[in-house]
């Protein structure tokens, strides 16, 4: 069961980092990504929440729930984060996130309140050998409803921390390359002059 758990976890952090290249070749940012995954945390918690509620061990098959969690939830920050690219420089940044909010949240809950009533009767065990997925269900469903509440505020305040950061980075370099422009002016004068 240990060696199990230990393979799993590998396949998980395997998974994790494949998540992560993806987003940053999709979206060529560093940061971006690392806001699209700061979801799946979330969804974990609800994953194990779930799983402690309705009195479901971990067990390999919740799991699994777990791994597939890892790939589910970032749909909802991607929506986000794509409406909020797409339109900044439209609207500004805070009424692109406020936009964001307002328009994506429809497709969001949607999206996730089917996957969540898809998952429900696998949760509830029905059919043959139905109690053997039941909490990989229970895990998807704990992860995603928990995930997609948090993404729906989470991911607006960290776009517009990461953006804060950005454009102080930004106007740093741009004093420091003014600062260089005119020292350089300066020398050049005081060249002149000693010619």
């Known amino acids: 069961m240990m060696d199990s758990f230990k393979s799993l976890g590998l396949a998980l952090l395997v998974a994790l980092a494949l998540v992560y290249l993806v987003f940053a070749a999709q979206f060529e940012s560093i940061t971006l990504p690392i806001m699209v995954m700061m979801s799946i945390p979330f969804a974990m918690s609800g994953a194990f929440l779930a799983l402690f509620i309705t009195g479901t061990s971990l067990s390999m ?43 994506r949240m429809r497709p969001i809950i949607m999206g996730a309140g089917t996957t969540v009533m898809g998952m429900v009767p696998m ?40 953006d804060d950061r950005k454009a102080k980075k930004d106007e740093k370099h741009k004093a420091h390359d003014r600062m260089v422009l005119e020292l350089e002016a300066k020398w050049r004068e005081e060249d002149c002059r000693n010619v």
């Open 61 to 103: 098959v919740s799991f699994l729930g777990l791994i597939m969690l890892a790939g589910i939830v970032v749909n909802n920050a991607i929506l986000l984060l794509e409406f909020i690219n797409q339109n900044k420089q439209k609207m500004g940044r805070d009424e692109a996130l406020i936009e964001a909010g307002k328009i």
């Open 123 to 162: 949760a509830i065990g029905s059919g043959e050998g139905g109690e053997t997925l039941a909490p990989m269900a229970i895990s998807i469903i704990g992860g995603l409803i928990a995930s997609t509440i948090v993404t729906l505020v989470l991911i607006p305040v960290l776009y517009a921390i990461f």
